[in-house]
T-cell receptor
Framework: EAQVTQNPRYLITVTGKKLTVTCSQNMNHEYMSWYRQDPGLGLRQIYYSMNVEVTDKGDVPEGYKVSRKEKRNFPLILESPSPNQTSLYFC??????????????FGPGTRLTVL | AQTVTQSQPEMSVQEAETVTLSCTYDTSESDYYLFWYKQPPSRQMILVIRQEAYKQQNATENRFSVNFQKAAKSFSLKISDSQLGDAAMYFCAYRGISNFGNEKLTFGTGTRLTIIP
């Protein structure tokens, strides 16, 4: 089954404690992206990756890091989380080269609370 | 920068009736994609329908259809024969084609749809 997985699904942590949210896709997609969803703001892009070892900032990258060492994985790293990073996070992937519909597939979301 | 506006934070409709959700966008590009996503209480983002700007014909998917007005930069979603399972947050989204390598979706703030039994 084609899917994007995220772990953990829920996380409560404290300010300053480094954490990683993993994202993995099994569709051999080149493009992956992270979004955060906040009430009244919709979803906003944090970082994106065109392919392995190619990443760039989205609209709200402050406080986040990413890496793309393998095509299937795109982890989101919060090295020193703060309460304003409390949010719902989504990973998404797509393949403009092989998918004529160019559809983005979203993971199930990760609810993060930073105390 | 592109922006997407959903001016209806909440809508409600009687079961089996028809409802239209509004979306407007701002862009200087001539070609782009528009999407409606559904987010039920499970929080999963589900693609409902997509429209390519170069296509004049409005997209339809079963009970879901759009009214795409390119000159007015309007992209409304019509849900016919509303069902209880349609209750969700609906997001309108835009994707340009000029940002090479970044398939960023620009989202509106969402419309929460309630279905009244």
């Amino acid at each position: 089954e084609a899917q994007v997985t995220q772990n953990p699904r829920y996380l409560i942590t404290v300010t300053g404690k480094k954490l990683t949210v993993t994202c993995s896709q099994n569709m051999n997609h080149e493009y992956m992206s992270w979004y955060r969803q906040d009430p009244g703001l919709g979803l906003r892009q944090i970082y994106y990756s065109m392919n392995v070892e190619v990443t760039d900032k989205g609209d709200v990258p402050e406080g986040y890091k990413v890496s793309r060492k393998e095509k299937r994985n795109f982890p989101l790293i919060l090295e020193s989380p703060s309460p304003n990073q409390t949010s719902l996070y989504f990973c998404a992937s797509s393949s403009p080269t092989t998918d004529s519909t160019d559809t983005q597939y979203f993971g199930p979301g990760t609810r993060l609370t930073v105390l | 920068a592109q922006t997407v506006t959903q001016s209806q934070p909440e809508m409600s409709v009687q079961e089996a009736e028809t409802v239209t959700l509004s979306c407007t966008y701002d862009t200087s590009e001539s070609d782009y994609y528009l999407f409606w996503y559904k987010q039920p209480p499970s929080r999963q983002m589900i693609l409902v329908i997509r429209q390519e700007a170069y296509k004049q014909q409005n997209a339809t998917e079963n009970r879901f259809s759009v009214n795409f007005q390119k000159a007015a930069k309007s992209f409304s979603l019509k849900i016919s024969d509303s069902q209880l399972g349609d209750a969700a947050m609906y997001f309108c989204a835009y994707r340009g084609i000029s940002n090479f390598g970044n398939e960023k979706l620009t989202f509106g703030t969402g419309t929460r749809l309630t279905i009244i039994p």
